[in-house]
């Protein structure tokens, strides 16, 4: 199962049911690994504005989360496994070419790569969360 597929879907899946979120076991739809249409495309002309889900998430979590910088707090808001074992999985997804090792640049790598593949596949993300 893909992890992308995870994060992509869970987003999107917010989008199209602002009022009920899924639970946390909700099996993803996704199956095969990420690519260039990883997850439920958006309709067109209606982008899903990902920092308005996330924000909202964060603003119902009882934890102090910072999705605009950590992969692990984007993880956790959306119910997903954020370990170690975790990321190290979605980097060779994403195909992370540095130390798997060094967790710090591997998050910084991480959280930037998917900000990037969530607007590829129809996220409305702010620039400066793809730069």
Known sequence: MSILGDI???????????????????PSPQSKPASPQAGPP???????DVAAIMDKLAA???????????????MKLLKLDSSLGARKRLAKE???????????????WLHKQ???KLAENGGKVPSDLRS
């Open 42 to 48: 958006a309709t067109p002309g209606s982008p899903v």
């Open 8 to 26: 992509v879907s869970r987003i999107f899946r917010h989008s199209a049911s602002p009022t009920s979120a899924a639970p946390a076991g909700t």
């Open 60 to 74: 119902q979590s009882k934890e102090k989360l910072d999705w605009r910088k950590s992969i692990v707090d984007l």
């Open 94 to 108: 994403l195909q992370y070419a540095g130390n798997l090792n060094d967790s710090a640049s591997m998050n910084v």
């Open 114 to 116: 998917v900000m990037i």
